[in-house]
């Protein structure tokens, strides 16, 4: 599995990025994707995800705010963020997993699930 993210960058406060995130070699459809991030001294944590159904779950941090979404050949998986703030700056990643979890469950799991599949990173840094 090999996931590849793309459209990081430095944004003012207030501003927008849209991050991708390439995804090949998963055999089948039922997989289950999310942008999770990681700030300096702080955990790993959900940001967003996408099941196999289109199903979609966010963390209320960024509700309202961020979504994701994926192409109908579900090759790429994006995360529009709008509305961007100072506490948003973290590395981003992309994850994947094969068991076909629900958007719900994967959000709260997919960060210390050893079965996970990382891609290797995106900064966003959110600062006027």
């Known amino acids: 599995v090999q996931l590849v993210e793309s459209g990081g960058g430095l944004v003012q406060p207030g501003g927008s990025l849209r991050l991708s995130c390439a995804v090949s070699?998963?055999?089948?459809?039922?997989?289950?994707m999310g942008w999770f991030r990681q700030a300096p001294g702080k955990d790993r944590e959900g940001v967003a995800t996408i099941d196999s159904a289109g199903r979609t779950s966010y963390d209320d941090s960024v509700k309202g705010r961020f979504t994701i979404s994926k192409d109908n050949a579900k090759t790429t998986v994006y995360l529009q963020m709008n509305s961007l703030k100072p506490e948003d700056t973290a590395m981003y990643y992309c994850a994947g997993e094969s068991l076909g979890m629900s958007a719900v469950r994967a959000l709260r799991v997919m960060a210390a699930w050893p079965y996970t599949d990382w891609g290797q990173g995106t900064q966003v840094t959110v600062s006027s």
């Open positions: 070699g998963y055999t089948s459809w039922n997989y289950c």
